[in-house]
Each structure stands twice: as C-alpha cells, then as structure tokens.
C-alpha cells in the first residue's frame, strides 16, 4: 500500500485514502450497509458503543471520503468513496441515536458541509441527488440558524449552553450558508468575525467570545483550523474586498502559523492529538482552495499552494508502514500489514510519533489525509469542490 518518496500527489493522496480507511474503517456493529472510522487503531472490536464518540472527527472523515471521490472522479475511475460516504452517513445516524443534530453548532456545521459536498459528488457521478445527504442538511441547517443569534453582536454559539460563540462554530455556518445561497447571513457572519475576532497585530482570527460572565471576555488562542473555513467563507462571498481578506489572511498564516524546515522550506504548525489533531488538516483544504482561485491575485496563490505542498510532502517523508506483528490478534493475517501512519507533527517521523505498539489516533491520520489531498488539489490545479 505503500508508494515511494516521488510518487505525485494524487497516488500520494491515494495511498494515504487506502491506509486510513483500511486501518480504521469498519461495518458499524458489523451491519450491512453502514460504515464508521474507529477512534484509534488497533482498533478493539467492542468499541463501537464502549469508546468515545467523536462526531465531528465522523464529518471530517467524511469530508476526506469526498476529496477521494472527486479525486477518483476525474481520473474516470470507479467511485468507491462515494459509495462509502453514503454508508458513513448511516453510520453516523445510527451511532448518534438514530438522529443527525447533536450539543454541538460546530460538530453540525461540519457535518452538514461534507454532506452538501458528497451531495454534489452523488449529483456529478450518478446524476441524481443523494437523498441521505439532503436529510442531513434538511435536518442540521434550521439548528445552525438557532444559533446565529444578535447576542455579543453576531456569531454562532458553540453549544447548545449558549454561553460561548466562537471562531470555530461561526466559520464552516458562514460557509455553510454561502452554499445555501443565502449571502446575506454569510456576510453578517464573516463581517462579525472580522469586527470581533480578528486580531489587528498578527491578522489572524482568534477563538472566541465568552458570554457566561458579567462582561464578554476574548479568548485569544489562534488555532489553524480556525483560520481554514474563514478563508473558505470569503472566498465564496467572492467580492473583491473578500477576495482581499482572504489574500491578506493566507499570507498572515505564512507568517504566523508556520515553522522553518529544511532550510528555506516552511511547514504549518500543528496542535498535538486528540481534536487538535484535525486543525491544520482543515486549513490545507481551503488553502487548496485558495491555491486553485484564479481571482486571488498570484503571490497569495502561489503562497497558499507552497503551504500545503511543503506541510503535506514533510507529512509523508516521515510516514511509516505498518508491520505484520502491529495486527490485533484478532485480525492477524488481515489488510493492516503495509498501510501506512503519518506523525501528528510534519517535522516528526512518524516511528517516533507512533513507535510500534502505540495506538494512533484516527484524527491525526485524517489530518494528514487532507493535507495530501489538497496537494493532489494544487498540483491538479482545480479545486471541483471545496
């Protein structure tokens, strides 16, 4: 399953696709016609209903199936991720209590972008709708609406406390309603943004606005992934002061959220495991986006194209392949042998981030499957899709 160091991006982008959903994709409860993504490999064959439950790692794993299928979709191969989306949708329903909405506005608005995507994809491949996808955007879009409220000024809640509203949840809603064909809520949610959490000094957006207390209190961390779904909102509002921000903020990210490598070269920061293993997956996508804009003027292209190519080839110089003696007893023998893992951090071999006998996280090895697809993305150089 492995390919070797000068493979192109998109044999890259389909072996990291293979690995990932060898190691962690699975029937749920052994169900025909469902799919879902371990939490961790090894994975143990009770932890369907025993592990925790990460939704929103579920709609970014989606959100990678659909990079595969429009992937395989222009190379006029067979779209098996297609059929897998459709299958994880299913998953996620059933696991999540038979319903789509949960506690979290971001967890939704996440969901509900990857089902419009795969909806698009279904449309492009088969030439009909996806009925699954539409009940996922019927069932979630009014929710993120609820949320979007005139408190603190604009925003969208977090969760359903109510006492936080944030970069995170505010972003992918403000895209999410651009695809809707709804302009004006995009616009009073990305002109929020910039009043309220945009920090002057690095032009970067902050996380939050805590509501709970006796006065609004900013939280200024500055995350990757928070950066990734601004740039994707501005980008389809698409008038020229957007297109300006958005040049603004891919090189404010060059600057500020990268490290140096092999001299000249420069990697996106990363943030760890656990949820932050996601974040710079999420901003490669929309750089990639940006990358292949031809409205963007060429510097912020050509910057936010390097990023990802730099971030997504340091991912897969350090990946390690899967030995023989890593597969669970259980599966001995099985299609783990020669999948590959990728490091959590660009600038880590993945043998020291995960040394043999180490489990690893599935929000890491989706966040390196992002970002080799939207290397594929840059070096095709259309984004059908984002």
Request: one cysteine or more.
């Amino acid at each position: 399953m492995s390919a070797s160091t000068s493979s192109p991006a998109p044999v890259r982008a389909a072996v990291a696709a293979g690995s990932v959903t060898t190691l962690f994709g699975h029937r749920l409860l052994h169900l025909p016609g469902t799919h879902l993504a371990a939490v961790r490999w090894p994975r143990h064959r009770a932890s369907d209903l025993r592990g925790p439950w990460h939704y929103w790692w579920q709609a970014h794993y989606l959100d990678c199936l659909v990079d595969a299928g429009w992937r395989e979709h222009r190379a006029g191969l067979p779209s098996t991720s297609l059929h897998r989306g459709q299958q994880l949708l299913l998953g996620i329903r059933l696991r999540n209590l038979f319903r789509y909405p949960n506690h979290y506005y971001d967890d939704m608005a996440w969901l509900a972008l990857a089902a419009e995507r795969l909806d698009e994809l279904t449309r492009a491949v088969t030439g009909s709708a996806g009925g699954r996808c539409r009940a996922v955007v019927t069932a979630l879009g009014p929710r993120l609406i609820s949320a979007s409220t005139d408190d603190a000024g604009g925003g969208v809640y977090w969760n359903t406390k109510r006492t936080f509203k944030n970069t995170p949840a505010t972003a992918p809603a403000a895209l999410f309603f651009a695809r809707a064909g709804q302009p004006d809520r995009t616009r009073a949610l990305t002109d929020w943004l910039r009043d309220r959490l945009l920090d002057a000094e690095s032009g970067l957006y902050l996380d939050g606005l805590q509501l709970g207390g006796a006065r609004v209190e900013t939280v200024r961390d500055r995350y990757t992934y928070n950066q990734g779904p601004v740039l994707g909102a501005l980008l389809a509002l698409g008038r020229p002061d957007d297109l300006t921000a958005a040049a603004q903020l891919i090189h404010a990210v060059d600057a500020g959220l990268t490290r140096p490598s092999n001299g000249a070269l420069r990697v996106l920061i990363t943030h760890g495991d656990g949820d932050g293993g996601l974040f710079t997956g999420i901003l490669t996508r929309y750089l990639a986006t940006a990358a292949t804009d031809a409205r963007l003027d060429p510097a912020a292209r050509a910057t936010a194209a390097r990023l990802v190519t730099d971030t997504a080839d340091a991912l897969w110089a350090g990946r390690r392949r899967v030995g023989a003696e890593e597969s669970p007893s259980w599966a001995a023998g099985g299609p783990d042998t020669g999948a590959l893992v990728f490091s959590a951090d660009p600038l880590v071999d993945a043998a020291a981030a995960y040394p043999v006998g180490t489990p690893v996280e599935l929000s890491t090895q989706l966040q390196a499957w992002m970002a080799l697809e939207a290397a594929a993305v840059c070096a095709d150089g259309t984004d059908p899709a984002a």
